[in-house]
């Protein structure tokens, strides 16, 4: 099933920005927990940004090492998942995954374990050049 989509990589020079794109079909509203991970070849898949879902308010959680760089959302309008990238750096260069699951994470340890979500899309490159 072709559920996640992901686009809007590229090849950048340092201090660039890009903003990804996770679409969603079928049942997008049945993804409780979505998030972004990264992954370079020989090694382990990162996870970058994750978005819970709350009662009144969704948890958002980042890694150290793109807070303050890189912003996650969720565009309701047109089922989509969102991830600006701004500032960036060669050492942000990598693949880009988006993951989805029906559990409702709530916190930092299962929202970017990239073993908490059963849904992925098949990537997108990010490039960054100095």
């Known amino acids: 099933q072709a559920d996640l989509v992901e686009s809007g990589g590229g090849s950048v020079q340092s201090g660039g920005s890009l903003r990804l794109s996770c679409a969603t079909s079928?049942?997008?509203?049945?993804?409780?927990?979505m998030a972004w991970f990264r992954q370079v070849a020989g090694k382990e898949r990162e996870g970058v940004a994750g978005?819970?879902?709350?009662?009144?308010?969704?948890?958002?959680v980042y890694s150290a090492s793109v807070k303050g760089r890189f912003t996650i959302s969720r565009d309701e309008v047109n089922n989509a998942l969102l991830l600006q990238m701004n500032n960036l750096t060669p050492e942000h260069t990598a693949m880009y995954y988006c993951a989805a699951v029906h559990t409702n994470w709530q916190s930092r340890a299962y929202l970017l374990n990239p073993s908490s979500y059963r849904f992925w899309g098949r990537g997108t490159q990010v490039t960054v050049s100095s």
């Open positions: 978005i819970g879902r709350g009662e009144r308010t969704p948890d958002y």
């Open positions: 079928g049942h997008p509203y049945t993804w409780v927990s």
